[in-house]
């Protein structure tokens, strides 16, 4: 069995630093596919890249935490802050949603007029995911199934981490290894929900890769972890979550944690040698979309 890779991007949509480097990864070879946020300031800007580029496969990324939602606040009743904002993050959704039983209608509502919108660009999308993984709130999961059903949309991200991340430490500088070890704890907490997760994309016949790499290094993806990532990569398919970005005032402005690792990932997925990597260890890179061809 041959070994598959599919190396995305996230949060393509949220800014147009993020587009560009998304644009110029596509453009060298290495990245295939990409996560596009409804929501994102530059929406309009992602989905031009993406009509320019016919063989780049692009997904949804929905979003339910740290972004002004699609819809109008009065339509989402329970889910918005004082501020006009959604949840800060998965905790803050999951007590919501914990706390008011008709919250489910107005995440519905959100997550709907998101995927509406990215169909209605033209973007077929080739698969889903979420900000900050919340699909792995069940509640989350089954109105993106029931969203998956409508639209026909076969391929999700299994957000759980591939076997062997505790590896990376080795791979990381020392001021690093704090915050890996911190994402990994919280990335291998969330194995919990495992059996649930499987079990419901399973019923609904959708389709995930085997394995999950980035979650525990994202902020700290280098070259040594892309090699080793190579080497030990199992037959089948997996997935490489990335962040690629050019850090400009509108990044900044959003105080994103992930500045200066987007710059680096970014010039890692336009490398050269980087590409090589995959061809030296006989792994085809794709996207969602060619696995259904």
Known sequence: MRRLLIINADDF??????NLAVSECADAGLLRSAS???????????VAIVKEREEF????????????????????????GPEGFLPSGPGELLKKIAGQKTLRDAI?????????????????????????????IPTVLD???????????????????AKGAWRFLSDLQMGQRAKFVKQFAVAHTSILARPIFRSRIRKAGIQTPAGLYGISPTGFINEKIIRRICRTLKPGLSELMTHPGIVDADLVRRKSRLL??????????????????FEEYEITVLHFGEMNQ
């Open 13 to 18: 949509g949220l800014t147009r630093g993020i």
């Open 36 to 46: 596009l946020m409804a929501n994102g300031d530059a929406f309009d800007d992602a």
């Open 57 to 80: 496969g692009t997904g949804i990324h929905f979003v339910l935490t740290g972004l002004k939602p699609l819809l109008p606040i009065e339509k989402l009743s329970g889910l918005i």
């Open 108 to 136: 519905r509502r959100e997550l709907f007029a998101q995927a509406e919108r990215v169909f209605d660009s033209g973007i077929t999308p080739t698969h889903f995911d979420s900000h900050k993984h919340v699909h792995i």
């Open 143 to 161: 109105i993106i199934i029931e969203i998956a059903e409508r639209f026909s949309v076969k391929w999700m991200r299994a957000p759980f981490e």
């Open 260 to 277: 200066s690792s987007r710059a680096r990932e970014k010039e890692l997925l336009v490398s050269e040698k980087v590409k090589k990597l």
